[in-house]
Every structure is written in structure tokens, then in C-alpha cells.
């Protein structure tokens, strides 16, 4: 198939086909740092939130504070012996445990309230997918989500519960098909491979691939087993724009939702797909970016959105603010509302991202190779594989659905009202120098400490909150193997590689990249 590049055409809302949006939130979220000079910033969900909020989003959807994920409801997918680790590893005791073996450390730190995050994160995404199984929403949003790079037994690319795998899991009692998509510059590996063998789940993941982390997502990866075709790879070059994204991304969702027709889908919305954030190396504006959210939307089938990377958070904030106004069928205007962290707009105080004069390397012809290899993996699949009829599991605790009251008692389930949770301090160094610096590689060590005259003024409160239940869904599907990945690559047991056709992109590393061996080459760097 030729790749044919269309004409952008402005974003269009119909405010008449209103969704159901269940939003999920927890402040506590933006109180975990996972170190003063590590990228992630946890504390982007929050300037995200303070943004929605004051744009009056809040109007037109269901704010809700998922029940933290426990122990038991994490094991669905983990290893016990992993989600064990996780409760009991701290900075003070990390000596005790074997950190390689659960691959923690520079990118994946242990710090303090690890197992605390994980648990909100893995929260909001399993509750979101209940209610869309319960038909309690149309959209289910959960910033705090988007984890695609952990294993089942490791952590992996500043990732450490799988909340997507254990939302899709949650989808796949009530649905027959789900459906996977990844915008997230990074290749969705984690969510990949927990689902690699089965056609239950079928993963689509646009990513900058070659020498950049996590080194998967090949265009010939399309799974093994019952899996096989049902896990399609769109490896791209730098520099990608709106135009060219939007012409391959559109034409591959519309195919594969035509054939594969799911009953849910699962949207992971990662911003380091944008120009200009510190580990990419798109040219995303945040129109480009959203475009992606709103035609997903228009399909009209039950949509959880996640969140994912994401290194320049101001950028980060104000795509996702953008995105959840489309999800509520709402166009938000030009000019940033007064918020808790307006003086970092500045200084142009709008909501927009702009795209760079980046060159582009993805050329028609490269594009239209990557078109015809998916479209010819797909005419192997099973149209719409059928499910066996069985009973549902239940529950194992009740669910309330009614919000609860905004007051003080009904907020101090932790140990401590909401509000003063809300008010402990951002932790030190949680904002970067320069924002704009672009010039930089996943886990560069070159990351600035914040200035001291920047505000540390928390969110406001979250004003409504309800309890979720765990879920008990069908055992998963086993998780692919080294060995089983290694067979699908054309990998023979002595590591030696067998014959396999010519890919569209030769640039493929021998093993996985660590993010912290990329740090040394940030001068080089993915950008150009």
C-alpha cells in the first residue's frame, strides 16, 4: 500500500454526541519524586489536574479517587515474589534484596512511597476499565497510568506495576476483543509482551525505533502463537510531524478496528511524542498529538485513556488539559486560566505546544514499505476471532458508585484530611531549569535542579471521591518468553540469528538498551 500524505485539517468536536467521562485522580499522586535529578516527574499529573480543573472540566465529567490497587489485585498480573519486593523494598533497606534481579536502580529507583504509587497508578487504571465494563461511562481517564514498559517480574524504563496490563485485564472480563494503542514515543514492551501470545488483545504501538530505548518493537514483531498478527509494530525515524503521523496513524487505527472490531480500547497518551520534550525526538504539536485522542473518539467504542511519558511537563500539562477537553466534546480556548502553576507557562501563557523546524526522516517511500508489511500481516488474522461464552467472575468486593461527601472526615481514609496531604511541600528539585532544552536522551544525566525562586503551591483539593473494588478476572495469558521472543525474532538457542526478511528499518540493536549506557551519548543524542 502507498503511503498517501493528507492535508491536516483542523480538530472538530460535535458538542451533541456527549460522552459519559469518568475522570480518575489522586492528589497524593504529585507528592512522590523518584530523585532530584531523575526525568520522571510525577508531579505533572498534578499541574495537568490544577489545568483541567480551572479550565472548568470538572463541569462536564465524574471526578472520581480510584481505591488504591492492593497486593492481591497487583498479582493478577506480577509475580507474587515481585509485588512482595515492591511493599517491603525502601531506600533505607534496598541492601537486603537482590536489585538486579528486579532491575531497580538509576532508572527505576527504589524511593520513598514506591509501593504507594504503584498502587494509585494501578488503581485508577483497573477501576476505570470496571466501570466501562459496567457501562457506568463511555471514557474513563487515568493520567496517573500509561506504565507500558514493566514486566511481569521487573521493573523497567521508570515503570513498575503494568497498570495497563492489569486494566486490560479487568476489560477482558466483560470483552471479548481489546485493543492496545501506543503513542508514546517509546515502544509499548511491557503491554506487548504480557499479551504476545493470545488474540484476545491485540497491541498497536507507534514508536521511534534503532538505537533508542527500549531497542524492541520491530516491524516483523507481530507476536507468536495464538498472538500471531495480532501485535503490530509502526516503527518510525525522527522528526515525524502532525501531517505524516496523522497520515499512517488513521489509515492503520481504521483497519484494524474494521477488522479486529473490539468492544474496548485502551488509549496510552504519552507526551514525549511532542516537540520538544527532553527524551524525544518527534515534532508533535499538541493538535498533532490529540488528533490521535479525538479519532479514537469518534469510534465510539468504550475508551480508557492512560497517561505515559512525558519529560517537559509543562508541555505534558497542557496536551493532556487539551485532550481531556476533547474527550468532553469541548474546545478549550487559547488562553491558560489563572492556576497553581500559571508562572510556569510563561511566557506566552497559552495552551499550545508548536512543532519545531525538525527534519523529518520518514520519507513516503519508507512510510509506504511499513503500510504494506501491516496491511499484509493483517490479511492473515482472523476476522474478529470468536470467544467461548462463560460465566463472569465475580467481584471480590461491592462496588459504590455514588460519590462520597466533601467533607473532611470522608477524605481521611490515609491517615490525614485530603487537604493537608495536598499541602506537603513539592519535593526538592522537581522542576527543570530549561524546559525547552530538547537536546537530551532518555535518562541523560544532564537534568538541571530547579531555581529557588519557583512556587511550591499545591492543587487545590479533589472535591468528590468514590471506592472502588478489586476485580478477579480470568487467569492471563502466559507472558512470553525470552525464548518465545527470541523465536519470533528468527533467534536460534545458541543466540545465533536465523534467516528472516528484510525489515523497513535496518537500525536494530542486538539486545535491549539500557536507558543509563544511552546518558553518555546526549551530546550525540537521538535528536538531529
Known amino acids: 500500500m502507498l503511503f498517501e500524505e493528507k492535508p491536516w485539517e483542523e480538530i472538530k468536536v460535535n458538542p451533541q454526541d456527549k460522552k459519559r467521562v469518568a475522570y480518575f485522580y489522586d492528589s497524593d499522586v504529585g507528592n512522590f519524586s523518584y530523585g532530584a535529578n531523575h526525568p520522571m516527574k510525577p508531579h505533572r499529573i498534578r499541574m495537568a489536574h490544577s489545568l483541567i480543573m480551572n479550565y472548568g472540566l470538572y463541569k462536564k465529567m465524574e471526578i472520581y479517587r480510584a481505591k488504591p490497587a492492593t497486593r492481591e489485585e497487583m498479582s493478577q498480573f506480577h509475580s507474587d515474589e515481585y509485588v512482595d519486593f515492591l511493599a517491603r523494598a525502601t531506600p533505607d533497606n534496598l541492601e537486603m534484596f537482590n536489585k538486579e534481579k528486579f532491575n531497580v536502580g538509576d532508572d527505576c529507583p527504589v524511593f520513598d512511597g514506591l509501593f504507594e504509587f504503584c498502587s494509585i497508578s494501578g488503581g485508577g ?56 494503542i501506543d503513542i508514546d514515543v517509546h515502544h509499548g514492551d511491557g503491554v506487548e509482551e504480557a499479551f504476545y501470545t493470545t488474540d484476545r488483545v491485540m497491541t498497536c504501538s507507534f514508536h521511534k525505533y534503532g538505537e533508542f530505548f527500549p531497542g524492541t518493537g520491530e516491524l516483523h514483531d507481530i507476536g507468536v502463537g495464538k498472538g500471531k498478527h495480532y501485535a503490530v509494530n ?132 519508507y512510510l509506504s514499505r511499513i503500510l504494506t508489511q501491516i496491511f499484509s500481516s493483517m490479511e492473515h488474522t482472523k476476522h474478529a476471532p470468536s470467544v467461548q461464552m462463560q460465566p463472569i467472575p465475580p467481584d471480590i468486593r461491592d462496588y459504590d458508585d455514588d460519590p462520597e461527601d466533601d467533607s473532611k472526615e470522608a477524605l481521611d481514609t490515609k491517615g490525614g484530611s485530603q487537604k493537608a496531604r495536598d499541602e506537603i511541600i513539592v519535593p526538592d528539585n522537581e522542576f527543570y531549569d530549561k524546559e525547552e532544552d530538547a537536546h537530551m536522551v532518555r535518562n541523560s544525566g544532564d537534568f538541571k535542579s530547579r531555581p529557588d525562586g519557583l512556587s511550591e503551591t499545591p492543587s487545590a483539593p479533589l472535591s468528590t471521591s468514590a471506592q472502588v473494588a478489586p476485580v478477579t478476572p480470568e487467569a492471563p495469558e502466559a507472558s512470553l518468553t525470552n525464548q518465545n521472543r527470541e523465536q519470533a525474532n528468527g533467534i536460534n538457542g545458541n543466540g545465533d540469528s536465523q534467516s528472516k526478511p528484510d525489515t523497513a528499518d535496518s537500525a536494530v ?20
Open 234 to 365: 509502526v516503527p518510525l525515524r525522527d522528526g515525524i510531524d502532525d501531517v505524516t503521523y496523522r497520515s499512517i496513524f488513521e489509515p492503520v487505527i481504521k483497519a484494524i478496528i474494521e477488522w479486529y472490531q473490539p468492544s474496548a480500547i485502551v488509549l496510552q497518551c504519552g507526551g514525549d511524542s511532542l516537540s520538544g520534550d527532553r527524551l524525544g525526538c518527534f515534532n508533535l504539536s499538541m493538535r498533532g498529538h490529540a488528533n490521535c485522542v479525538n479519532y479514537v473518539k469518534g469510534f465510539g467504542i468504550p475508551l480508557l485513556v492512560v497517561g505515559g511519558g512525558g519529560y517537559t511537563m509543562r508541555n505534558v500539562a497542557r496536551t493532556w488539559t487539551y485532550e481531556t477537553g476533547l474527550l468532553n466534546q469541548t474546545l478549550l480556548g487559547p488562553d491558560l486560566p489563572f492556576n497553581d502553576y500559571y508562572e510556569y507557562y510563561g511566557p506566552d501563557y497559552k495552551l499550545d505546544v508548536r512543532p519545531s523546524n525538525m527534519y523529518n526522516a520518514n520519507s513516503p517511500e
Open 509 to 528: 540493536p542486538s539486545a535491549p538498551i539500557s536507558l543509563t549506557t544511552l546518558a553518555t551519548s546526549a551530546t550525540s543524542g537521538e535528536k538531529k
Open 125 to 180: 487504571s483497573m477501576e476505570g476499565a470496571a466501570r466501562l465494563n459496567r457501562g457506568k461511562c463511555d471514557v474513563a481517564i487515568n493520567y496517573a497510568g500509561g506504565l507500558h514498559h514493566a514486566k511481569k517480574s521487573e521493573a523497567s524504563g521508570f515503570c513498575y506495576v503494568n497498570d495497563i496490563a492489569l486494566g486490560i485485564l479487568e476489560l477482558l472480563r466483560y470483552h471479548p476483543r481489546v485493543l492496545y
